[in-house]
C-alpha cells in the first residue's frame, strides 16, 4: 500500500539557514511524490511535483526535492529561509489506483529572525 | 472568480442538522475531490470524482453524501453528524491524470 512518513512534526530555523523536510514513501508502484504547503486559513498549494525524469525537480519560492529511489525518500530543501516560508508542509505520494493523492502528517516550519 | 472557491468557509451544525458545502472550480479541470483534514492527522481521501463519476469513496460513513452535478461543482451533504466529524474539509480539482491538485481555501466545521 501506498504511504508517507514525514520525519519531524515540527522544524525551526533561522532566517537565511538551509531548510530540509523530510520525506519517506512506500509505494507498490512507481510513485509520483509531491510537496504541498499550507499557510493558516488556507488550502494547499502544490510547490513541486516529481513524475518522470530528472529526479532533482526545482519548485516555488525557491524550494527543490530530489527523488532518491534507492532510499525511498523524497526530501524538500531551501538553501536559505525567508519568514514567509514559515507554514506546514505536506508531502504526497499518488495512490496505487492512481486516481488521489496519499498525504503525510505534515511538517511545522517555524523561521525565527 | 477564480481557481477553486469553497462555501461556506465556517459551519456550525448539531447533530441533527442537514447542511452542504459547496465547491466550485473554474479551471476547466475534470476531476474533483474532498479531503478531510483533522488536528495531527494526515489529510484522509473521501471522495474523488472524475469526469462527473464518483471514482473513489475512501470507506466514508453515509452521514456523508458527495454529488457532483457537473465538472465545475462538488457538493458534500452532511446529516446526522457526530462530534468527531468536527474538521476542515478541502475540496480540490485537478486535470485527470495530472496531480497538480489545486486546493479551495477549506469549510471549518464544528459539530455541536
Known amino acids: 500500500a501506498q504511504s508517507v512518513t514525514q520525519l519531524g512534526s515540527h522544524v525551526s530555523v533561522s532566517e537565511g539557514a538551509l531548510v530540509l523536510l523530510r520525506c519517506n514513501y512506500s509505494?507498490?508502484?512507481?510513485?509520483?511524490l509531491f510537496w504541498y504547503v499550507q499557510y493558516p486559513n488556507q488550502g494547499l498549494q502544490l510547490l513541486l511535483k516529481y513524475t518522470t525524469g530528472a529526479t532533482l525537480v526545482k519548485g516555488i519560492n525557491g524550494f527543490e526535492a530530489e527523488f532518491k529511489k534507492s532510499e525511498t525518500s523524497f526530501h524538500l530543501t531551501k538553501p536559505s529561509a525567508h519568514m514567509s516560508d514559515a507554514a506546514e508542509y505536506f508531502c504526497a505520494v499518488t495512490n496505487q489506483a492512481g486516481t488521489a493523492l496519499i498525504f503525510g502528517k505534515g511538517t511545522t516550519l517555524s523561521v525565527s529572525s | 472568480e477564480t481557481g477553486v472557491t469553497q462555501t461556506p468557509r465556517h459551519l456550525v451544525m448539531g447533530m441533527t442538522n442537514k447542511k452542504s458545502l459547496k465547491c466550485e472550480q473554474h479551471?476547466?479541470?475534470?476531476?474533483m475531490y474532498w479531503y478531510k483534514q483533522s488536528a495531527k492527522k494526515p489529510l484522509e481521501l473521501m471522495f474523488v470524482?472524475?469526469?462527473?463519476?464518483?471514482?473513489e469513496n475512501n470507506s466514508v460513513p453515509s452521514r456523508f453524501s458527495p454529488e457532483c452535478p457537473n465538472s465545475s461543482h462538488l457538493f458534500l451533504h452532511l446529516h446526522t453528524l457526530q462530534p468527531e466529524d468536527s474538521a476542515l474539509y478541502l475540496c480540490?480539482?485537478?486535470?485527470?491524470?495530472?496531480?497538480?491538485?489545486?486546493f479551495g481555501s477549506g469549510t471549518r466545521l464544528t459539530v455541536v
Open positions: 479551471l476547466g479541470h475534470n476531476a
Open positions: 509505494s507498490s508502484v512507481p510513485p509520483y
Open positions: 470524482y472524475s469526469l462527473e463519476e464518483r471514482v
Open positions: 480540490a480539482s485537478s486535470q485527470e491524470g495530472d496531480y497538480g491538485y489545486t
